[in-house]
């Protein structure tokens, strides 16, 4: 059975840092894009960041630019978003989502990615 687990998620105050883990089981990444999503409460779900197969495409969304930072580790079958600088509107469930992708192509929207994760809390506040 194919399956994306999230982890990492959690509470941080304004400035700090998290990483979020996307663990596979089932199938192997190498072939896979990956991308991370988020929804607020109330909001719909967005765009953060998205990473080619092979990792040497990536794409952000501006409100994380410069903050965030995807990438993958294949032999761990793993996706990471690094998350410094911390806002309270960053406060979000965070979901991956994979893409089987041969290419140097990284997918920005949801309706492009096959697999999903059931997604991990992180909450900014002091």
């Known amino acids: 059975q194919l399956q994306l687990v999230e982890s990492g998620g959690g509470l941080v105050q304004p400035g700090g840092s998290l990483r979020l883990s996307c663990a596979a089981s089932?199938?192997?990444?190498?072939?896979?894009?990956i991308g991370w999503f988020r929804q607020a409460p109330g909001k719909e779900r967005e765009g953060v960041s998205c990473?080619?197969?092979?990792?040497?495409?990536?794409n952000y969304a501006d409100s994380v630019k410069g903050r965030f930072t995807i990438s993958r580790d294949n032999a761990k079958n793993t996706v990471y978003l690094q998350m410094n600088s911390l806002k309270p509107e960053d406060t979000a469930v965070y979901y991956c989502?994979?893409?089987?992708?041969?290419?140097?192509?990284?997918?920005?929207?949801?309706?492009?990615?096959?697999?999903w994760g059931q997604g991990t809390q992180v909450t900014v506040s002091s």
């Open positions: 089932g199938f192997t990444l190498d072939y896979y894009a």
């Open positions: 990473i080619s197969s092979g990792g040497s495409r990536t």
């Open positions: 989502a994979a893409k089987r992708s041969s290419g140097y192509v990284c997918y920005d929207h949801q309706y492009e990615y096959d697999y």
